[in-house]
């Protein structure tokens, strides 16, 4: 390689030379070229070992571009980059330097006062103070709170790597005002939870947390309260490219929830939630098409309660039905229960795909098109179930710091079919 090095140096022909020999140079020399060195650039705040523990390319080895196109998904999945790029540097002695250049995206906000939009809570104020990647750990720590249609104030950690080999820690203390829409009813919840987690591997992510909850409703001259530990655990099977827009893989998540009362009233309730997600990317270019799917269910056992129960219509569910009132409570009782079944089809295209502006911000822009229906089981059994419903519609997808994108969905509802309600949903990340 040392010999070519120095034929490219003369002109003219050494150009020339070069592009007739490029096939044979990728084919021949960068397969059997060895990895020496391996650097990262653009980091100004994350520690090189948060970079580092991402690759699984060896110094010493062969090239491996499947490697490194995986270390670069890792990279990107920490959520902390707004753009990753690699290139291959030869040196004199026949070996490559290997090289990870990343842009970081936001770290922190100062103290700010913004306004926010929950779809089933409506508009409030926000207070946020975010140290995103703290200590350039890719540590998180969150001062929150909030006054309108939400009324709110909380303080959260989460390390997604506090002990060697992927064993995740997060602690979230909060207190919670707000009213349910369909009910009528004020809700205050207090919650002190703590969390950890484990990595085996790649593909295989386990969690378990433990909180201590409060729950108080206020429905005109009704007063219930509760008092409850709630155990939550999930494991994964998570083969994605890219978690905030992936292009191909499946995610196979379950999850059990179980709640114990005390004080106010003894019960035990057992909560059940699986779901599965396949994406198949249609296409080689940079303008990524791909097809996604998402089938989720939901089963309960034990202790139900008019105040615990769901709803299906909504930018999390099924689209193209507004959100539920009490007047919707009364006169559409196939939209509420405790347990549902719901499946998903989204075409999703890259119009523009991510970029970083000249501010460091990622953006971009891409379409979607879907189809959602679902039903509440009614009584455990599904023979028992009452209308599906279904909505159909079209969004755009807005690649947005920190949060991964931003959401924005059109859908007409639809059930025994006929049209039965139009509108706007706005999310944050992606439905599945």
Same mark, same amino acid.
């Given at each position: 390689?040392?010999?070519?090095?120095?034929?490219?140096?003369?002109?003219?022909?050494?150009?020339?030379?070069?592009?007739?020999?490029?096939?044979?140079?990728?084919?021949?020399?960068?397969?059997?070229?060895?990895?020496?060195?391996?650097?990262?650039?653009?980091?100004?705040?994350?520690?090189?070992?948060?970079?580092?523990?991402?690759?699984?390319?060896?110094?010493?080895?062969?090239?491996?571009?499947?490697?490194?196109?995986?270390?670069?998904?890792?990279?990107?999945?920490?959520?902390?980059?707004?753009?990753?790029?690699?290139?291959?540097?030869?040196?004199?002695?026949?070996?490559?330097?290997?090289?990870?250049?990343?842009?970081?995206?936001?770290?922190?906000?100062?103290?700010?006062?913004?306004?926010?939009?929950?779809?089933?809570?409506?508009?409030?104020?926000?207070?946020?103070?975010?140290?995103?990647?703290?200590?350039?750990?890719?540590?998180?720590?969150?001062?929150?709170?909030?006054?309108?249609?939400?009324?709110?104030?909380?303080?959260?950690?989460?390390?997604?790597?506090?002990?060697?080999?992927?064993?995740?820690?997060?602690?979230?203390?909060?207190?919670?005002?707000?009213?349910?829409?369909?009910?009528?009813?004020?809700?205050?919840?207090?919650?002190?939870?703590?969390?950890?987690?484990?990595?085996?591997?790649?593909?295989?992510?386990?969690?378990?947390?433990?909180?201590?909850? !409060?729950?108080?409703?206020? =429905? &005109?001259?009704?007063?219930?309260?509760?008092? %409850?530990?709630? +155990?939550?655990?999930?494991? *994964? /099977?998570?083969?994605?490219?890219?978690?905030?827009?992936?292009?191909?893989?499946?995610?196979?998540?379950?999850?059990?929830?179980?709640?114990?009362?005390?004080?106010?009233?003894?019960?035990?309730?057992?909560?059940?939630?699986?779901?599965?997600?396949?994406?198949?990317?249609?296409?080689?270019?940079?303008?990524?098409?791909?097809?996604?799917?998402?089938?989720?269910?939901?089963?309960?056992?034990?202790?139900?309660?008019?105040?615990?129960?769901?709803?299906?219509?909504?930018?999390?569910?099924?689209?193209?039905?507004?959100?539920?009132? !009490?007047?919707?409570?009364? =006169? &559409?009782?196939?939209?509420?229960?405790?347990? %549902?079944?719901? +499946?998903?089809?989204?075409? *999703? /295209?890259?119009?523009?795909?991510?970029?970083?502006?000249?501010?460091?911000?990622?953006?971009?822009?891409?379409?979607?098109?879907?189809?959602?229906?679902?039903?509440?089981?009614?009584?455990?059994?599904?023979?028992?179930?009452?209308?599906?419903?279904?909505?159909?519609?079209?969004?755009?997808?807005?690649?947005?710091?920190?949060?991964?994108?931003?959401?924005?969905?059109?859908?007409?509802?639809?059930?025994?079919?006929?049209?039965?309600?139009?509108?706007?949903?706005?999310?944050?990340?992606?439905?599945?």
């Amino acid at each position: 390689m040392t010999f070519l090095i120095r034929i490219f140096k003369k002109r003219p022909h050494g150009l020339f030379l070069f592009l007739f020999l490029l096939p044979f140079l990728n084919s021949q020399n960068l397969e059997h070229a060895v990895v020496s060195k391996i650097v990262i650039e653009g980091n100004k705040k994350t520690k090189d070992f948060i970079l580092l523990r991402e690759i699984y390319h060896q110094l010493n080895e062969p090239v491996d571009t499947v490697k490194i196109l995986n270390d670069k998904n890792r990279i990107e999945n920490l959520g902390i980059f707004s753009g990753v790029s690699w290139d291959l540097l030869p040196l004199d002695d026949g070996t490559l330097i290997l090289k990870y250049t990343v842009k970081e995206s936001i770290q922190k906000t100062p103290p700010t006062i913004f306004p926010t939009y929950n779809e089933s809570k409506g508009w409030s104020l926000n207070a946020l103070w975010l140290f995103n990647n703290f200590r350039g750990q890719n540590q998180l720590l969150a001062l929150s709170g909030s006054v309108g249609g939400e009324d709110t104030y909380g303080i959260s950690f989460k390390d997604p790597w506090i002990l060697n080999d992927h064993i995740s820690f997060s602690v979230n203390i909060m207190r919670n005002f707000y009213k349910n829409r369909f009910l009528n009813s004020d809700i205050e919840l207090k919650s002190m939870k703590i969390g950890l987690g484990k990595w085996f591997k790649d593909k295989i992510k386990t969690e378990i947390s433990l909180a201590s909850e !409060s729950k108080i409703f206020k =429905l &005109e001259q009704e007063i219930a309260r509760y008092k %409850y530990i709630h +155990t939550f655990s999930n494991i *994964r /099977y998570d083969t994605r490219d890219i978690f905030w827009n992936p292009g191909k893989g499946l995610l196979i998540s379950s999850s059990f929830e179980y709640l114990r009362g005390y004080d106010f009233k003894i019960f035990h309730t057992l909560i059940w939630n699986q779901s599965v997600s396949y994406y198949k990317k249609l296409n080689n270019v940079q303008k990524k098409s791909v097809l996604a799917l998402n089938g989720v269910i939901k089963k309960k056992f034990g202790y139900e309660n008019k105040f615990f129960q769901d709803y299906i219509g909504s930018s999390n569910t099924i689209r193209g039905w507004k959100l539920p009132d !009490s007047t919707t409570y009364r =006169l &559409e009782p196939f939209r509420f229960g405790h347990e %549902y079944l719901q +499946t998903s089809i989204e075409y *999703r /295209y890259e119009i523009i795909p991510k970029y970083v502006t000249s501010v460091g911000i990622e953006s971009g822009l891409g379409i979607v098109c879907y189809t959602d229906a679902g039903f509440i089981i009614k009584n455990g059994y599904l023979n028992h179930l009452e209308s599906i419903l279904l909505g159909s519609g079209i969004g755009i997808r807005i690649p947005f710091p920190i949060v991964g994108v931003l959401r924005f969905d059109f859908g007409l509802g639809m059930v025994n079919n006929k049209i039965k309600s139009q509108s706007f949903h706005f999310g944050i990340g992606q439905k599945f």
